[in-house]
């Protein structure tokens, strides 16, 4: 008899074997012991969910604004960079399964296709950066961003310094022939990662961002509450919680264990976004729930690309899309507005 598998877990089988194994060691290696990598989505797991019934969820209300953007159900794609180790097509089978999907993507600055010839095949997308030593080179990106039409910003904030990796640098040396970072051909970068990464940034810097251009700016990375407040009193416009995948600094909090105080920070005042192990539907109700506004997929997404290219990316948003509607229905949530703490169990007081 043949295992059942979960169609994402069918995809991550075949994203490995198709994929060389110094990228397959890059995508889904994290720091050190990697411990947070793989407890992100076990935090999920351990979280119960508390049904309501006898609600009618014949017509579930899932669409809202983000930042200008009409997103028909809270789920997109977190910035993901060099996707060319992955797939041919790289960040073009991205944006066109994200597009097909009805999810809206952020495109790392560290892309291998450049965001000007993405923009032509994507959807409404956001455009990640990292703030540079180079402050000429940051408002280069930003010109870029602007040009190419992303709809906002999002920078990084959790990488002063480079993760330290050992199973990224163990396998992968230099870039591979072919693939190179698009966005970057001006600036000399001469490192895989670090190098460009400024430690010397500040919430000052951040003000001066957000002063350089009308785009919203997302501040990417943040855990505590305190960050939370400094960035909405910097300007930024939507408050991002993760930690990196688990990729820079290991035993790091889970953002699902975060979210809430955040929010409560927050107060409504700027839109919640969370990524960090994010799987299935339930992890998306239950990042609802706890006070985010929408979620963006990591990894997952780049095993649909590697696996299947764009169809592959459509068809992870659209597992996750469709386990979070039944979850959804089946804890008698009929909108959005309905997803409260309550639904999680121990919080129903
Ligand atoms: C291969 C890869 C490359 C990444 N590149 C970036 C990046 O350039 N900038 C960034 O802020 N985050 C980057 N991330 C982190 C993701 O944006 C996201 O925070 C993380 O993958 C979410 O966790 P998940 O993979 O468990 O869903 C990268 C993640 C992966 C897997």
Same mark, same amino acid.
């Given at each position: 008899?043949?295992?059942?598998?979960?169609?994402?877990?069918?995809?991550?089988?075949?994203?490995?074997?198709?994929?060389?194994?110094?990228?397959?060691?890059?995508?889904?290696?994290?720091?050190?012991?990697?411990? *947070?990598?793989?407890?992100?989505?076990?935090?999920?797991?351990?979280?119960?969910?508390?049904?309501?019934?006898?609600?009618?969820?014949?017509?579930? &209300?899932?669409?809202?604004?983000?930042?200008?953007?009409?997103?028909?159900?809270?789920?997109?794609?977190?910035?993901?960079?060099?996707?060319?180790?992955?797939?041919?097509?790289?960040?073009?089978?991205?944006?066109?399964?994200? /597009?097909?999907?009805? *999810?809206?993507?952020?495109?790392?600055?560290?892309?291998?296709?450049? +965001?000007?010839?993405? @923009?032509?095949?994507?959807?409404?997308?956001?455009?990640?950066?990292?703030?540079? /030593?180079?402050?000429?080179?940051?408002?280069?990106?930003?010109?870029?961003?602007?040009?190419?039409?992303? &709809?906002?910003?999002?920078? +990084?904030?959790?990488?002063?310094?480079?993760?330290?990796?050992? %199973?990224? $640098?163990?396998?992968?040396?230099?870039?591979?022939?072919?693939?190179?970072?698009?966005?970057?051909?001006?600036?000399?970068?001469?490192?895989?990662?670090?190098?460009?990464?400024?430690?010397?940034?500040?919430? %000052? $810097?951040?003000?001066?961002?957000? *002063?350089?251009?009308?785009?919203?700016?997302?501040?990417?990375?943040?855990?505590?509450?305190?960050?939370?407040?400094?960035? #909405?009193?910097?300007?930024?416009?939507?408050?991002?919680?993760?930690?990196?995948?688990?990729?820079?600094?290991? +035993?790091?909090?889970?953002?699902?264990?975060? #979210?809430?105080? #955040?929010?409560?920070?927050?107060?409504?005042?700027?839109?919640?976004?969370?990524?960090?192990?994010? &799987?299935?539907?339930? $992890?998306?109700?239950?990042?609802?729930?706890?006070?985010?506004?929408?979620?963006?997929?990591? &990894?997952?997404?780049?095993?649909?690309?590697?696996?299947?290219?764009? *169809?592959?990316? /459509?068809?992870?948003?659209?597992?996750? %899309?469709?386990?979070?509607?039944?979850?959804? @229905?089946?804890?008698?949530?009929?909108?959005?507005?309905?997803?409260?703490?309550?639904?999680?169990?121990?919080?129903?007081?």
């Amino acid at each position: 008899m043949s295992q059942l598998l979960h169609p994402l877990d069918e995809l991550y089988r075949r994203a490995e074997s198709a994929m060389d194994p110094a990228a397959w060691a890059y995508l889904n290696g994290g720091a050190v012991d990697e411990l *947070a990598v793989r407890r992100n989505p076990d935090r999920f797991a351990e979280i119960r969910l508390l049904p309501r019934v006898g609600v009618d969820v014949s017509a579930l &209300r899932t669409s809202q604004d983000l930042l200008g953007i009409e997103l028909p159900y809270p789920i997109m794609l977190a910035p993901a960079a060099l996707q060319r180790l992955f797939a041919a097509d790289g960040e073009l089978g991205t944006v066109r399964g994200a /597009k097909a999907a009805g *999810a809206t993507a952020v495109i790392s600055m560290e892309s291998s296709v450049a +965001t000007r010839e993405l @923009a032509g095949e994507a959807g409404p997308f956001f455009q990640h950066i990292y703030v540079q /030593k180079d402050r000429e080179l940051t408002l280069e990106l930003v010109r870029m961003a602007e040009e190419a039409g992303a &709809r906002g910003i999002a920078v +990084t904030l959790d990488n002063p310094v480079p993760g330290i990796r050992y %199973r990224q $640098d163990a396998g992968m040396l230099g870039l591979p022939e072919g693939v190179r970072r698009a966005n970057l051909e001006s600036g000399g970068v001469p490192r895989l990662t670090g190098g460009y990464l400024d430690p010397s940034m500040t919430w %000052r $810097d951040l003000e001066w961002l957000v *002063a350089q251009t009308e785009l919203p700016i997302i501040g990417k990375g943040i855990l505590h509450p305190e960050d939370a407040r400094f960035a #909405v009193e910097a300007g930024l416009q939507a408050v991002y919680v993760s930690n990196h995948g688990g990729r820079n600094l290991d +035993t790091v909090a889970h953002p699902i264990d975060c #979210v809430r105080a #955040v929010s409560e920070v927050v107060a409504g005042r700027v839109p919640v976004l969370l990524d960090g192990g994010i &799987r299935r539907g339930t $992890d998306v109700l239950k990042a609802l729930a706890l006070g985010a506004d929408a979620v963006l997929i990591g &990894r997952p997404y780049v095993w649909g690309l590697a696996a299947a290219g764009a *169809a592959g990316v /459509k068809s992870v948003v659209e597992t996750i %899309r469709d386990e979070f509607l039944a979850a959804m @229905a089946m804890c008698g949530l009929a909108s959005l507005a309905d997803i409260t703490p309550a639904v999680i169990f121990g919080e129903e007081g």
